[in-house]
């Protein structure tokens, strides 16, 4: 009996553990081609409660050494405007099993690739947040959430602002113990599920993994003897399947 009041209380837990928003961003990874200046980026809600999200939006910058660092976007040169991207709009009220979107809008200059990182909050909706909520309902969430034990969870993605004049050249230079990719353009090819695998072997397999090459650097890696690496570069909308043999 006792056994059985305990599991009964575990399943009680983890119901309660699980109750409230659940939002999903999709994709991670969103490219602006050069020919668009709006995306539409779509926030599903697989939870139980309505999601309360705001959308923050920090520039990326990279060294020379490749490090990166997360900047807070300026105005423009004349103060008009914002220059980078924005997100309109910014606060997302998304029901219980719904889904909302946000157009991301790029405005400035497109000489050159631009990174963006998007990040969507949930949050417990506050007077000061611009939510378009009243005091009571919003009174009413907080009772909702405090009744169970509710996580919060944010997701951030990566988004690519391609240049005005976006040209691809992606130069390959197969080794015989080496293989390369050196992006010779002016925005991000994409190297897509990257296996590598034993030839005898297909089970015999490292994690599938996604990497992306900036204009101006290579992506490269060892070739071993008896080991298949299958990939495909992207590059815009094209893409090719290859095939490499160690």
């Keep these: ?68 660092r997360e900047v807070p976007l300026k105005s423009s040169a004349d103060g008009s405007a914002r ?10 009220i998304v029901p219980a099993n719904g889904m909302q979107g946000t157009r991301l809008l790029y405005m400035g ?9 998007v990040r969507f909050v949930p949050v417990v909706p506050e007077k000061e947040d611009e939510f378009a909520v009243s005091s009571e309902e919003r009174d009413e969430y907080k009772k909702t959430l405090s009744a169970g034990v509710t996580v919060l969870a944010g997701y951030g993605a990566v988004f690519f602002v391609r240049p005005k004049d976006t040209r691809f050249a992606s130069a390959i230079e197969n080794g ?44 490269e890696f060892e070739k071993q003897a008896g080991r298949e690496y299958r990939f495909t570069l992207v590059e815009g909308e094209r893409s090719q399947k290859l095939d490499v043999k160690g």
Excluded: W
Aim: with cysteine.
């Design 176 to 219: 015989a113990t080496q293989y390369r990719i050196r992006n010779n353009g002016n925005t991000v090819v994409v190297i897509d599920e990257f296996k590598d695998c034993s030839v005898k072997n297909e089970q015999d397999c490292v994690p599938t993994t996604k990497h992306h090459i900036l204009a101006g650097r290579s992506f």
């Design 109 to 117: 200059e497109r000489v050159h690739e631009r990174y963006f990182r």
């Design 83 to 92: 220059d980078g991207l924005m997100a309109s709009p910014a606060r997302l």
């Design 1 to 68: 009996m006792k056994r059985r009041l305990a599991l009964i209380g575990f399943c009680l837990f983890t119901q309660t553990a699980h109750a409230g928003p659940s939002i999903n961003i999709g994709t991670v990874y969103d490219y602006l081609d050069a020919d668009k200046s709006t995306y539409l980026k779509r926030v599903f809600n697989g939870g139980d409660s309505t999601a309360f999200v705001k959308v923050n939006i920090l520039e990326i910058l990279y060294d020379a050494d490749g490090k990166s």
